[in-house]
């Protein structure tokens, strides 16, 4: 099987490529964003639940954000792989994602990550807020929270994968097709 983490922060471009790598790779996508979102449009509890950090720019629990994605990866009957798009967010969910996959006899692939400065998210993430809708993109100080928390607690998830030799950064700036194609040169050498 072919496991993907795609990395990255908020409006780094993450959702954008998944789309492309599960077209030409035929991977299972999970984004764990889209999953709450879903869920909150829903009005299940979950989302209920989900909304009142997402609204923050707070992650949700790991507790809750572990089952969710455990059990969706579950539900796949004879999956080719999966690109895991923003998850795992911290080193917990970064070590239950390796015991899921262990206990299914397989592992993460590698982890690519898309690496932009932080002025350029900004500026993303607000042109994002205004073509999605999406509240957590339209507010300055709720981005600025988002950005905040990435750089606390997701950013030890790079050196989760560097110990493990899985981590390869690419450029998240420039054309979408060359940044795929850089994506697809990792995947392939792999
Ligand atoms: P995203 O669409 O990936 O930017 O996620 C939107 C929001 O959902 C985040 O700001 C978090 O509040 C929540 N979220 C998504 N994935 C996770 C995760 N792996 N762990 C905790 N919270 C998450």
Do not use: W
């Not at 579950?74 to 899921?100: E, H, M, V, W, Y």
């Not at 692939?109 to 999406?134: C, N, Q, T, Y």
């Not at 997701?154 to 097709?177: A, S």
């Amino acid at each position: 099987m072919l496991n993907i983490v795609l990395f990255g922060p908020p409006g780094a471009g993450k959702g954008t490529q998944s789309a492309k790598l599960i077209e030409k790779y035929h991977l299972v996508h999970l984004s764990t964003g889209d999953i709450f979102r879903a869920n909150i449009k829903g009005g299940t509890e979950l989302g209920l639940l989900a909304k009142s950090f997402i609204d923050q720019g707070k992650l949700v629990p790991d507790e809750v954000t572990i089952g969710m994605l455990a059990s969706e990866v579950n539900k796949q009957a004879d999956p080719k792989g999966f690109i895991f798009d923003g998850f795992p967010r911290t080193s917990a969910q970064a070590k239950a994602l390796d015991d899921l996959l262990q206990s299914k006899g397989t592992s993460i692939s590698l982890m690519l990550a898309l690496e932009v400065e932080e002025e350029e998210l900004r500026k993303r993430l607000l042109i994002r807020g205004k073509d999605s809708g999406r509240a957590d993109d339209q507010n300055p100080d709720i981005i600025q929270n988002r950005i905040d928390v990435y750089n606390a607690e997701t950013m030890p998830v790079k050196d989760y994968y560097l110990g493990q030799n899985k981590y390869k950064g690419i450029p998240g700036i420039g054309e979408i097709e060359t940044i795929f194609n850089a994506l697809c040169a990792e995947i392939d050498h792999a």
